[in-house]
């Protein structure tokens, strides 16, 4: 079966081959090592590929050292991966060509398409459009090559590779920026950690980093996967990759580049703003376990981390030093970190205060003093209670300053073999390298500063968490997988009643309320609430014309008398005609008191399908939002859990003497939106629901106001 072959049954099995393949051909092969077309060539000889190359140059017999040949067709085989490092129309018909002959996966280097311009744009689907149809994959173009350095295919003209050594090791990068697939990897290498992956994918025609990310998840060398996002055109692949990388404890950190709020821009409500394209990043990585670093930093920092092998079971953490400025700063970083320091137990307390001098502190942060100059036994002395005490979850040794006269070597022995008997996560901050090296050296995890160190063990051990969270929730309901795009129609707004009336059907409990179409119906509409103990009333002019009534001058609020909500009736006819619109009816609604006003959103975005957003409701709710978003399907547990991650979420249970929120009730009204979304047959693309008005626990909530857009018929 030729690759291509292979290719069309399963898309996939060509990036498997192109990670290591039997054969590879480099058309616009150089004898210069230094040159696009020369350097994958030299990698491959270097490095180790254990397969056969085909340099192909019309004008050369030989390049370095390796037989040349004419054209693709001139082979004595079909080669799995061909590299073009050919320029302009010739890298076009180069790629054609490897299509025709059945070549599997097709790395275009070349630049001047979608990159560029329009027009480059237009040469490149045709490019991906001629390939698919004909069973090959493409890699770019625009792409700085895939470098495998456990197989030794290093298709790559990364001129890193030649700056720092390649060492095989557990770590993968993936990356749409050629220069972001080796940034990382040479710092890395730098802190003496091996690359296995090193892959940068382009402009991501055919075969995208997050696809890619799912066959280099299986590798069964891997503990850690980085991924450099620009974009994520096809989540469904990832939400792949990351169940993939769960399925066997691989654990996935990104960055995702590029914090715009360019999703705002077609928004036809506030959820729109709301739920920008950021936040809705950071929710889908979160649902699959994929932790989102913040910075370079961030990416790479935690890496030793990850390779330690720990399995984390708190985040209370423990810190010894020989400087009671590193405690006290270490405390602070803790703070940040959400890393409590608690009390050792008096039985811990007693013990050290046996063995330390009577000014040392040993509450915890443990601060030995320079009596740690005098006495290096102290160091070895401490270090068994400590690793006995339930309050440890994790520990940072700070060593400020040492050198002659302390015993580092034992320091380093004592915290190495203290470490390994706990099992628990464990960091050192030393500033000095006579020192650092002498850590580093036994294996353990060294940062210059307490600081760095306890913010890369804070992303680690939120990141075991999220991992877990996931877990658990991996075995009560699927996670969601984004929908290919699809062409949605426009979409036109529901007057009110009929938004009411929809999130009525699908379980939300929404206000008392009738449509009028005159004063008369308005009396009787007021006179049936005032039955039902109803002391006043909201008069609000219904409308599929406009989504904000207040600035409108359509809504009354506080009726309390029949007289009042005819007049009422009739300020709203005046008010739409004053507008220019046409209203459906008035609504005379049962005036709501509860606690809080919340608000549920959602909206049917084109890449990640459908978002929920839950949060403080209200008129400032744009001006000073406060929400989290959610990705159906959901249950009430994981929505309480995202209540409790807002800024009032201490409101939640009550302060000051007021009662505890129905929380339930509210959870159970976003699970109702979040199904309504999920269903495509209610042909929603956006809601608002706000105010949703919670009352005290028991109580219940009710929507009192909802703007719904659904497709057109």
């Not at 072959?5 to 210069?32: E, K, Q, T, Y």
């Not at 311009?117 to 895939?146: C, F, H, W, Y």
């Not at 996670?479 to 009110?496: G, K, N, Q």
């Not at 989504?547 to 009726?559: I, Y």
Request: aromatic fraction near 4%.
């Amino acid at each position: 079966m030729s690759p291509s072959s292979l290719a069309s049954r399963d898309p996939r099995a060509a990036l498997r081959l192109a990670l290591a393949p039997r054969s590879i051909a480099v058309i616009g092969a150089s004898d210069n090592a230094h040159k696009i077309g020369g350097r994958p060539l030299a990698y491959l000889v270097r490095f180790g590929y254990r397969g056969t190359v085909y340099p192909i140059n019309p004008s050369r017999a030989e390049v370095q050292g390796v037989r040349c040949f004419t054209s693709l067709h001139d082979l004595p085989e079909v080669p799995d991966v061909a590299i073009v490092a050919l320029a302009g129309d010739a890298a076009f018909a180069a790629v054609d060509e490897c299509a025709q002959a059945g070549v599997a996966l097709c790395i275009v280097m070349s630049s001047g398409f979608g990159e560029v311009d329009a027009a480059g744009k237009l040469r490149e689907q045709a490019m991906t459009a001629r390939a698919r149809a004909l069973g090959m994959r493409i890699v770019g173009p625009n792409s700085q090559g895939l470098a495998n350095f456990g197989s030794g295919a290093v298709a790559s003209f990364s001129t890193m590779f030649n700056e720092v050594e390649p060492l095989d090791g557990p770590v993968g990068i993936i990356s749409q920026s050629g220069a972001m697939s080796v940034i990382p990897y040479g710092l890395l290498r730098a802190r003496g950690i091996g690359v296995r992956h090193a892959h940068g994918t382009g402009n991501d025609c055919d075969v995208t980093v997050c696809e890619l990310a799912c066959v280099v998840a299986e590798d069964p060398e891997l503990r850690l996967l980085l991924l450099y996002l620009e974009g994520i055109p096809d989540p469904w692949h990832l939400a792949e990759a990351a169940r993939v990388a769960r399925g066997r404890n691989l654990p996935i950190v990104a960055l995702k580049a590029g914090r715009s709020a360019a999703g705002q821009a077609a928004a036809l409500s506030h959820t729109g703003a709301l739920a920008n394209e950021d936040r809705t990043v950071d929710a889908f990585l979160a649902e699959h376990g994929i932790w989102r670093a913040q910075s370079m930093v961030d990416l790479v920092d935690t890496t030793q981390l990850y390779l330690m092998g720990w399995k984390p079971r708190g985040r209370r953490l423990v810190a010894i030093s020989n400087s009671g400025a590193v405690c006290v700063l270490t405390a602070d970083a803790a703070s940040v970190a959400n890393m409590p320091l608690e009390p050792l137990s008096d039985a811990t307390q007693a013990e050290l205060k046996a063995i330390l001098p009577g000014f040392a502190t040993t509450r915890n942060p443990v601060d030995l003093t320079a009596a740690l100059l005098t006495n290096s036994g102290l160091f070895s002395a401490i270090l068994p209670p400590i690793a006995r005490d339930p309050s440890a979850d994790a520990f940072l040794i700070g060593i400020a300053v040492a050198g002659t006269g302390y015993d580092v070597e034992a320091f380093a022995r004592d915290t190495a073999r203290f470490a390994a008997e706990t099992g628990k996560p464990l960091v050192v901050a030393a500033p000095q390298l006579s020192v650092s090296d002498r850590f580093k050296a036994l294996g353990l995890a060294v940062y210059p500063t307490e600081g760095e160190a306890v913010r890369a063990l804070g992303q680690f051990l939120s990141h075991a968490e999220l991992q877990q969270v996931v877990a658990v929730r991996d075995a009560q309901v699927a996670l969601p997988v984004p929908c290919r795009p699809r062409v949605r129609r426009a979409s036109i707004l529901l007057d009110e009643a009929a938004s009411l009336a929809l999130l009525a059907a699908r379980g939300v409990a929404v206000v008392r309320h009738t449509l009028c179409h005159s004063e008369v119906e308005a009396r009787a509409a007021f006179e049936a609430l005032v039955l039902l103990g109803v002391a006043s009333v909201v008069v609000k002019g219904c409308t599929a014309e406009a989504s904000h009534k207040s600035e409108l001058g359509l809504v009354r609020v506080g009726l309390n008398a029949a007289d009042a909500v005819a007049a009422g009736y009739r300020e709203m006819q005046a008010a739409a005609r004053n507008a220019g619109i046409t209203l459906s009816g008035v609504i005379v609604a049962e005036r709501v008191h509860g606690l809080r006003e919340l608000m549920i959103g959602a909206r049917f975005d084109a890449v990640f399908g459908p978002v929920v957003l839950v949060g403080d409701g209200g008129k400032y709710v744009e001006a000073m939002p406060d929400v989290q978003v959610l990705l159906p399907p959901f249950d009430a547990a994981h929505v309480e859990r995202a209540l409790r991650r807002l800024r009032i979420a201490p409101l939640l249970d009550g302060v000051r003497g007021e009662p505890a929120l129905d929380v339930a009730a509210f959870c159970r009204c976003a699970v109702a939106v979040g199904a309504l979304m999920n269903d495509a047959d209610t042909d929603v693309t956006q809601l608002d629901i706000n105010p949703l008005i919670v009352g005290a626990r028991g109580a219940g909530c009710v929507a009192v106001d909802a703007v719904i857009y659904q497709e057109q018929p």
